[in-house]
């Protein structure tokens, strides 16, 4: 177990609606990076934050946000949610700012119908 | 841009036999390298990693070199179990170009499935 928790671990939403997910970093972790893995797909990096500012960001709109907190936790949020936002969202921590050695939490799975 | 190439599954063992699974990787620059698996119902967890070239990395019995020659990170198991079963995902990282972010290009990921 890597001390990484995300939740909700399910959730189900209506396409067009707003999701916010939670990631609790690792103790000592101040750098958090989401992934979305679509079915039968790798994982696909989303942003990352380091000490609460947003560190790097990969190839997704704008509706993708996040936060992170001065404890380090992290939320992801999705407006506007489209089908295809249909995947296990990963959050990642790492004590190294560049986010490598990153440890990884369970996933939540989000389903838009 | 970064990338990783691994061989596509599903791959289907049995007991006690001999495990490849392929990687190649596109970077520029001196990635450093991992191997993930993936258990179902669960997240990643990190089952080995190379930082440079020639660099071996092992872990309950797996091992991929790091080869810059054929930039490839190739992961091995001599006798598979059943418990090994699992999606299996390399990955590099292009900490080394000295970039302030260093997230994690995956590939596709490899199911292997090893029966009694």
């Known amino acids: 177990e890597t001390g990484v928790t995300q939740s909700p671990t399910h959730l189900i939403k209506t396409r067009g609606q707003q999701v916010t997910l939670r990631c609790s970093s690792q103790s000592g972790h101040n750098t958090v990076s989401w992934y979305q893995q679509a079915l039968g797909q790798g994982p696909q990096f989303i942003f990352q934050?380091?000490?609460?500012?947003?560190?790097g960001r990969g190839n997704f709109p704008p509706r993708f946000s996040g936060l992170q907190f001065p404890n380090y936790s992290s939320e992801l949020n999705v407006n506007a949610l489209e089908l295809d936002d249909s995947a296990l969202y990963l959050c990642?921590?790492?004590?190294?700012?560049?986010?490598?050695?990153?440890?990884f939490g369970q996933g939540t799975r989000l389903t838009v119908v | 841009g970064d990338s990783v190439t691994q061989m596509e599954g599903p791959v289907t063992l049995s007991e006690e036999a001999f495990l490849t699974i392929n990687c190649t990787y596109t970077a520029t620059g001196y990635p450093s390298l991992f191997w993930y698996v993936q258990y179902p119902g669960e997240g990643l967890q990190l089952l080995l990693k190379?930082?440079?070239?020639?660099d071996k990395g092992s872990n309950k019995g797996f091992e991929a070199t790091y080869r810059k020659e054929t930039t490839s990170f190739h992961l091995e198991k001599g006798s598979v179990q059943v418990s090994d079963s699992a999606v299996y995902f390399c990955a590099l990282s292009d900490r080394g170009r000295g970039s302030t972010l260093g997230r994690l290009y995956f590939g596709r990921g490899t199911q292997l499935t090893v029966w009694p």
């Open positions: 990642a921590s790492s004590m190294f700012r560049d986010g490598t050695e990153a440890f």
């Open positions: 190379a930082t440079k070239a020639d």
């Open positions: 934050y380091y000490r609460e500012e947003e560190n």
